[in-house]
């Protein structure tokens, strides 16, 4: 699994790629304006980007989330709470999307927005699974 996490200081906004390397199948989460750092990850290695979750529907920041599931055919993945004029796919509370060796478990986490999710990444090795949360996992 490689999961990284892209900073964009100015405007407080946090993004992440996780990819399964196995299968190639990569989702962001929260994309930044500028999507080249996420096509060139993923060009380079030969993977694919399957899935672009947005946390919540940010009114303070500009998220690419359209742009990005046009561009390269996502699924465009938010919270079950999310009222948007925009056709997504929703994640209720526990829900688990497997992708190769890795899962993400998404947790309904209202605060910030009525509708915000986290998302955790969960990578298996054999019969243990080693959970990491997308906040804190660079630390």
Known sequence: ????????????????????EAT??????????????????TTQHGWHIDYVFLTHLHADIL????????????TL???AQTQA???FTPFAHGEPLPFGHVWLKLL????HTPEA?????R??????????NCRTCME
Request: with cysteine; glycine share 10%.
């Open 85 to 87: 004029e925009f056709a």
């Open 77 to 79: 993945c938010l919270g």
């Open 1 to 20: 699994m490689l999961l990284t996490q892209g900073d964009l200081g100015c405007l407080v906004h946090a993004s992440y790629l996780a990819a399964d």
């Open 24 to 41: 190639g199948t990569t989702v962001v989460v929260d994309p930044q304006r500028d999507m080249t750092q996420y096509l060139y990850d």
């Open 63 to 74: 998220a690419r989330h359209i742009e990005l599931q046009n561009r390269v055919g996502a």
């Open 108 to 111: 309904e986490t209202p605060g």
């Open 117 to 121: 999710i986290s998302v955790q990444v």
């Open 123 to 132: 990578q298996r090795r054999g019969d243990l699974d080693r959970e990491r």
